[in-house]
């Protein structure tokens, strides 16, 4: 049995190097990221949808879940020494090292050293990395080399605390956040302590009440129960593991109360939603009699590992003639993998334009929406939480995108260049997660002096309850240049170009506040959207004249709130020059006695 000390991951940066081949040359530069080794297919899977293109296999099945959720989960009010608690611990760990059990008992890449024992079942799939244990063996049995699953190593600590540690993004040294994995060989009644160590953001949500998500089989199964928000004791914290770069990780600690024995228990960052789930929704799109008449879905490239990324265009297709009059809006969702609940209110979106009501139907009579549900199909699939194969941010390159390395943005910047040329697009729109902010809300563009790039998300203010315009944002920042909203805003002439974020938690405000988000409430805000729309194309325009001569005068008060504060500054700064000048005149006569002296 391997035993792993403290030391063994004060550092982790061994787990940040991408896996190598053992064919790989013996003399490769350590120091440097290897390249992956691309468009490589495991033959066993031929048949899945979903491609990796790595040479480090994933099981050959899909998890798949009920979609029945609670409407109403609250935020956890942190105790209030909670911190204190988790800090204890974590020194507690530090200076009992000889009562530790540091156990390594999984690894999503390097190869299992426990013997397969007789309680494990043959098949043609991979087995897992600790074998099935026999009765009297308490020990929780790991899992996350399923598609979008995330979990690259796990030391046992204790009987039931367990530490965790995550993928990075392939080709990248951080970007951990993102996490999604399994459990099973529980016990009822067991309370598992689950601390991921190598978490990098400074803050989260988690300390602010949010729950991670949790799926039990056997409760899905006999009680038609879902993802649930579940979890004791959570804290966010700095740990005492140093990054190579400077700066120490960030713990995730929660615990889990599993009610079943022998259960198989899902927990994630968010509610997955993959690959195979977008391309399953879509054929089923598709296959409908009812609906497959008002969308067309085409490839609009091939990603770097050979997966096909779908764009949709949904409109009235059966009144040619009135096309060439019709408004555009484009909407991208998930070129962030680890940011699923974009894919949720894409989801309602579609399910929206799609579907049999009157609203959607003057949409699809007024508008071409041009879609690109995934635009990152390969991080997904990967379980990456912010990049693709290659290692770089997609949403960091719409300036000069590259066909090899950036092919999915590459190929959506030039669609929408000619969609703009052949029609007016009057909206743009990238949904995104966010991982420290509550409510849904937008990042837009504006130029000094106007509004206008403001009115549509003041409207969807007033369609949706989860929406809260004062955490929306209009500025543009440097670091941000090479961003979709951007990059469209400025080098593509479209006014309203926005960032839809939406919180991983919940709201903070109005009838949701203080609860968490759900698919459901995702996918309702799919539909605001597009109510929104209609409100903001209206050919009867008084909302719109409301909406912008209430956005001039709140403009106006705050004019005049910085003019203020300008005078105070001034004020101030005025005052401190008057108190160096005097300073000075005082000091003149003395230095003048002083010369005389020496003359």
Not at 133 to 151: I, K, Y
């Amino acid at each position: 049995m391997e035993q792993y000390e403290l030391g063994n991951y004060k550092t982790l940066e061994s787990f940040y190097r991408p896996f190598r081949n053992e064919k790989s040359s013996d003399n490769c530069d350590d120091t440097m990221p290897a390249p992956m080794p691309l468009n490589y297919t495991d033959k066993r899977f031929e048949g899945n949808l979903a491609k990796t293109g790595t040479s480090i296999p994933m099981l050959s099945f899909t998890p798949e879940f009920i979609e029945e959720v609670e409407e109403y989960e609250s935020i956890t009010v942190p105790s209030e020494d909670i911190l204190e608690e988790s800090l204890r611990r974590e020194c507690e760990k530090i200076l009992s090292q000889d009562t530790l059990m540091n156990r390594l008992i999984y690894d999503s890449i390097d190869p299992s050293p426990f013997s397969q024992n007789e309680n494990t079942p043959t098949t043609s799939d991979l087995p897992p990395f600790y074998p099935t244990p026999a009765p009297e063996d308490l020990t929780l049995v790991f899992e996350s080399r399923f598609e979008s699953g995330n979990l690259r190593r796990v030391i046992q600590i204790r009987e039931k605390e367990y530490d965790l540690i995550l993928k990075p993004d392939y080709n990248t040294r951080g970007n951990t956040q993102w996490y999604y994995f399994s459990i099973s060989n529980t016990r009822a009644g067991f309370e598992y302590r689950m601390n991921i160590i190598n978490m990098i953001k400074p803050d989260s949500l988690y300390n602010y009440g949010m729950k991670p998500c949790v799926y039990s089989k056997i409760e899905a199964e006999q009680c038609k129960r879902g993802w649930r928000r579940e979890g004791l004791d959570i804290c966010y914290y700095q740990n005492n593991i140093k990054k190579k770069a400077g700066g120490n990780y960030y713990t995730l600690t929660f615990t889990i109360v599993t009610k079943h024995d022998n259960d198989t228990v899902y927990i994630a960052h968010c509610y997955p939603y993959t690959y195979t789930d977008l391309c399953k929704y879509l054929n089923r799109l598709m296959s409908d009699s009812k609906k497959r008449n008002k969308i067309r879905r085409k490839t609009l490239c091939q990603t770097i590992a050979g997966n096909s990324c779908d764009i949709l265009t949904i409109t009235n297709f059966t009144c040619d003639e009135n096309c060439k009059n019709r408004k555009g809006v484009v909407v991208f969702a998930r070129v962030h993998p680890g940011e699923s609940n974009s894919s949720w209110m894409m989801k309602g979106l579609i399910d929206f334009l799609t579907g049999p009501t009157l609203d959607a139907k003057i949409i699809r009579d007024n508008f071409i929406f041009k879609i690109v549900p995934m635009l990152n199909p390969d991080g997904v699939i990967n379980g990456n939480y912010r990049c693709g194969l290659a290692g770089v941010d997609l949403n960091r390159c719409w300036t000069d995108p590259s066909p090899k390395i950036h092919p999915t943005i590459f190929y959506a910047k030039a669609m929408l260049k000619q969609f703009i040329e052949e029609t007016e697009v009057v909206l743009v729109c990238d949904m995104h997660g966010h991982s420290r902010k509550k409510n849904i809300f937008m990042y837009g563009c504006t130029s000094r002096g106007t509004v206008k790039e403001q009115v549509f998300p003041k409207l969807l203010e007033t369609n949706s309850e989860i929406f809260s315009f004062a955490d929306c944002d209009f500025g543009i920042q440097k670091s941000k240049e090479a961003t979709a909203r951007i990059v469209i805003y400025k080098e593509l002439g479209v006014v309203n170009s926005y960032t839809i974020e939406s919180s991983f938690c919940g709201a903070d405000f109005g009838k949701y506040r203080d609860f968490h988000f759900n698919p459901l409430h995702l996918q309702e805000f799919g539909k605001d959207f597009c109510d929104t729309l209609l409100d903001f194309c209206d050919p009867n325009q008084n909302k719109v004249r409301s909406i912008t001569e209430e956005l001039e005068s709140m403009r106006q008060e705050e004019d005049e709130e910085i003019e203020i504060i300008e005078e105070i500054i001034e004020e101030e700064n005025g005052k401190k020059k008057r108190r160096k000048k005097k300073q000075i005149i005082r000091k003149k006569p003395a230095t003048a006695l002083k010369l005389k002296k020496i003359l």
